[in-house]
């Protein structure tokens, strides 16, 4: 499997399609995705996610910038190899299948097209039957089949030809939290088992967590970070990934500029502690981030206002109040009284 190359990618709609925003839809975009990579692409409405992938699939051409598949050079401004020659695969939101035709003669339709017929073409819509686990339905027709059930088939029929790079947009958009869980598996396991590149569109960072090996944070066209899911979970870079990543509050604290970004009590205590010497030499006020998880209950805390503490389940959610009005969110697992002064300690921050 080769690796698949952004080469300061580019689109530009035109000022006057772009509703006047005036930017390029996607704005130099660069990433080597290393091999077999299960990419990510996380990003406000709008950012530019579904553009990189209609690219990369060649339903859009670039205006500017390029994009490869090893060494092969699959479009640039000039010149844009058509989707049916890319040996890849693009699952959609809303899975179209034919109403006409049984759940095998739907997986297996892309291999009619291709010529492939008789035993090659029972042996592998077979194969992608069992990976989404639907080998006991293949004689159904997708009008007799669940939400989830149509969307595997759907996957199947993309898998069959073995693509080498699996573009999904949002594929699980429209299937309840037990299903999307389900869909999950079927993706590792397929990725697993073909080695193939993929790239995921999703509005669901959790949903990205659990799957990528790597996550892309896009914002207004740019690429704004690359990382594996626990590190730019630790150590987002700036407020829009820090913002977007996981749960957490971004504090403007006075700390260091140029010192360590990863901060601990001793250093959090004092920032919150020195707020008068905010403005002074060498306070400079920074935004530190801070997951609810190193929020604790300690008696050597500073003292927050509890504002609200509502109960999520397995534990309760807190949202504290700074002497200055400054909000964190917190966990705990028991309840906490709204209004009280409690000493809380904060056992790790992220200088952005
Ligand atoms: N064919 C088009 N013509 C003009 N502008 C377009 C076209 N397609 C997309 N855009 C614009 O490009 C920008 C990026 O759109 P894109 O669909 O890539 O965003 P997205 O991140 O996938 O958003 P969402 O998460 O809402 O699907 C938007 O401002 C959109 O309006």
């Known amino acids: 499997m080769a690796q698949l190359i952004l080469n300061h990618l580019t689109k530009d709609f035109g000022a006057a399609k772009s509703f006047g925003n005036g930017r390029p839809a996607v704005a130099d975009v660069s990433l080597a995705l290393r091999r077999q990579a299960f990419l990510a692409l996380l990003g406000p409405s709008g950012c530019g996610k579904t553009t990189v992938l209609r690219m990369i699939a060649g339903f859009e051409q670039p205006t500017d910038g390029s994009i490869f598949y090893g060494d092969r050079r699959l479009s640039d401004a000039e010149r844009a190899l058509p989707p049916e020659k890319r040996n890849m695969a693009m699952v959609f939101q809303s899975y179209a299948l034919w ?7 739907n997986v297996g339709y892309p291999l009619k097209v291709r010529g492939i017929s008789g035993v090659p073409w029972q042996k592998l819509v077979g194969e992608a039957l069992a ?16 939400g989830g059930q149509r969307q595997r088939v759907a996957l199947a029929r993309c898998l069959v030809t073995q693509p080498d790079v699996v573009l999904l947009d949002e594929p699980l958009a429209n299937l309840d939290q037990h299903l999307r869980k389900a869909m999950e598996e079927t993706f590792r396991a397929f990725h697993e088992r073909s080695g193939a590149t993929m790239v995921y569109v999703t509005h669901d960072q959790a949903e990205a967590m659990a799957l990528a090996t790597d996550v892309a944070v896009m914002s207004e066209g740019r690429l704004l970070q690359v990382a594996p899911p626990a590190e730019i979970y630790a150590k987002p870079e700036g407020r829009v990934v ?12 006075p700390v260091a500029e140029n010192g360590e970004r990863q901060l601990g009590w001793p250093v959090l205590r004092e920032a919150l502690g020195s707020r008068d010497a905010i403005g002074s030499a060498g306070a400079r006020l920074a935004d530190v981030l801070v997951r609810p998880e190193h929020v604790h209950r300690g008696t050597d805390g500073i003292l927050m206002r509890v504002m609200a503490c509502v109960f999520e389940g397995e534990r309760f959610a807190l949202d504290l109040s700074l002497g200055d009005g400054q909000r964190l969110k917190a966990f705990s697992s028991v309840a906490l009284s709204e209004g009280a002064l409690v000493p809380f300690v904060i056992s790790a921050g992220w200088r952005l």
């Open 242 to 253: 820090g913002g977007l990543i996981g749960r957490g509050s971004i504090l403007r604290l």
């Open 99 to 105: 109403p006409h035709m049984t759940v095998a003669e």
């Open 131 to 146: 990976l989404v686990k639907l080998t006991e339905l293949a004689e159904r027709r997708p009008s007799a089949l669940s």
